[in-house]
């Protein structure tokens, strides 16, 4: 299976917004309200984010939000702070016989 | 709250057979709520699903790994591991045991631990 397709790279400056896409298919992305993301600061496990498209891990701030539309999962991060710097990967499952697929990842700088 | 720590040896030689095991703490293995999974990372690269297994033993591959995986649980030590047949340095990764709350997300995941294949 073929991997999600991420932007390698998205900026802002603090206190903006960003949304980073994460594109699949008809047989993930778009089957699916199964699409979660994961930050990751260098040297770290990745963290849960976001879980069934748009919801949020207790925890986790507000200012993180995920929302899908056809083939195409997205995660907004609202109010950039300096520590939203990290990458940042969306994964979908993709059917019993193949199960997940992550996305390309991608690395988020504040400017 | 769940948590997970790998052990295993960071170093494997080409052509041999990568071993890992997770430990389990702060709840059981045998909790019908939850999957137990396996997923890599590269140096420098992205995530990679490796496989899941339930405790009854019910396990899931990664297709393209599926002819080197072997997954398998140990109830009566709260463990699961994880079996890589035939490595290669493409194989060399930081390798991550996890929760699979399925299907659907990974939480909480180990902290890692990273593997080399090196003669």
């Known amino acids: 299976q073929s991997a999600l397709t991420q932007p390698a790279s998205v900026s802002g400056s603090p206190g903006q917004s960003i949304t980073i896409s994460c594109t699949g298919t008809?047989?993930?992305?778009?089957?699916?309200?199964?699409v979660s993301w994961y930050q990751q600061h260098p040297g770290k496990a990745p963290k849960l984010m976001i879980y069934e498209v748009s919801k949020r891990p207790s925890g986790v701030s507000n200012r993180f939000s995920g929302s899908k539309s056809g083939n195409t999962a997205s995660l907004t991060i609202s109010g950039l702070q300096a520590e939203d710097e990290a990458d940042y990967y969306c994964c979908s499952y993709a059917g019993s016989s193949t199960s997940y697929v992550f996305g390309t990842g991608t690395k988020v700088t504040v400017l | 709250q769940l948590q997970l720590q790998e052990s295993g040896p960071g170093l494997v030689k080409p052509s041999e057979t990568l071993s890992l095991t997770c430990t389990v703490s702060?709840?059981?293995?045998?909790?019908?709520?939850?999957?137990w999974g396996w997923i890599r990372q590269p140096p420098g690269k992205g995530l990679e699903w490796i496989g899941s297994?339930?405790?009854?033993?019910?396990?899931y591959y990664n297709p393209s790994l599926k002819s080197r995986v072997t997954i398998s649980v140990d109830t009566s030590k709260n463990q699961f591991s994880l079996k890589l047949s035939s490595v290669t340095a493409a194989d060399t990764a930081v390798y991550y045991c996890?929760?699979?709350?399925?299907?659907?997300?990974?939480?909480?995941w180990g902290q890692g631990t990273l593997v080399t294949v090196s003669s």
């Open positions: 702060g709840g059981s293995i045998s909790s019908s709520s939850y999957y």
């Open positions: 996890l929760v699979v709350a399925a299907p659907g997300w990974f939480d909480p």
């Open positions: 297994i339930y405790y009854s033993g019910s396990t």
């Open positions: 008809s047989s993930d992305v778009g089957s699916y309200n199964l």
